[in-house]
């Protein structure tokens, strides 16, 4: 009885939405200082990216570790989102502690993602080795949600997220969401698919879903 109860909740998890926390990260953003461009950004390229369903929950936060710590755990672990994307707070300077936040919520550290938005960025300003962004998973025994930095500005979060390509179109460089998706399906989230002018996601043969007609 129990394992038909798993089997259902898992087929359930598998249709479902898949569920995305964003989090700006501003000292002067968040105070009303200026207007914030990273949630704006993020939320464009989403609805521009994903052919399949997704819902949205949004923060705009300070610079203070505590803060950031409390937003993702409760992202994940309340929220349940699977995927939960900060911008802002990777540089070096003092204020700059998302990383910091983001590793100790985090179960696992997926460094890929860090090394490969590093990549992308040095195609355009050698400034790109100041940054630290930082990926993790959070596992509890419900849910796991994927956690990653993003840039602050939003040029650099669509390149981040889109990878480079020529002016045919033909992909030079992946950006890191071709990964995202099949990370989801290996953590136990929904099956998420792209339009894949925007963005073509990889998977293994044996990971691939028949498209229905």
């Avoid at 960025?121 to 994927?146: C, K, M, N």
């Amino acid at each position: 009885m129990m394992m038909k109860m798993v089997a259902m909740t898992t087929s359930n998890k598998l249709d479902r939405a898949l569920r995305i926390g964003l989090v700006s990260i501003s000292d002067r953003a968040s105070s009303g200082i200026y207007q914030d461009q990273g949630l704006p950004a993020l939320k464009a390229w989403f609805e521009s990216a994903l052919s399949t369903p997704w819902q949205l929950e949004t923060r705009l936060i300070p610079d203070e570790q505590s803060a950031i710590q409390a937003a993702l755990i409760e992202l994940v672990d309340n929220a349940q989102c699977d995927l939960v994307i900060t911008t802002g707070g990777t540089g070096p300077a003092r204020r700059d502690v998302t990383p910091e936040a983001t590793l100790a919520v985090g179960s696992k550290e997926m460094p890929g993602f860090g090394e490969q938005m590093r990549q992308i960025s040095l195609h355009f300003v050698p400034t790109a080795i100041l940054s630290r962004q930082v990926a993790v998973i959070r596992e509890s025994e419900e849910h796991a949600g994927l956690i990653l930095n993003l840039p602050g500005q939003p040029k650099s979060i669509k390149e981040t997220l889109e990878g480079l390509k020529d002016a045919d179109g033909k992909q030079l460089v992946a950006g890191i969401f071709a990964a995202i998706p099949y990370c989801i399906d290996l953590i136990g989230g929904p099956y998420v698919e792209t339009h894949e002018a925007v963005c073509k996601v990889f998977r293994p043969k044996s990971a691939l879903r028949v498209k229905s007609a």
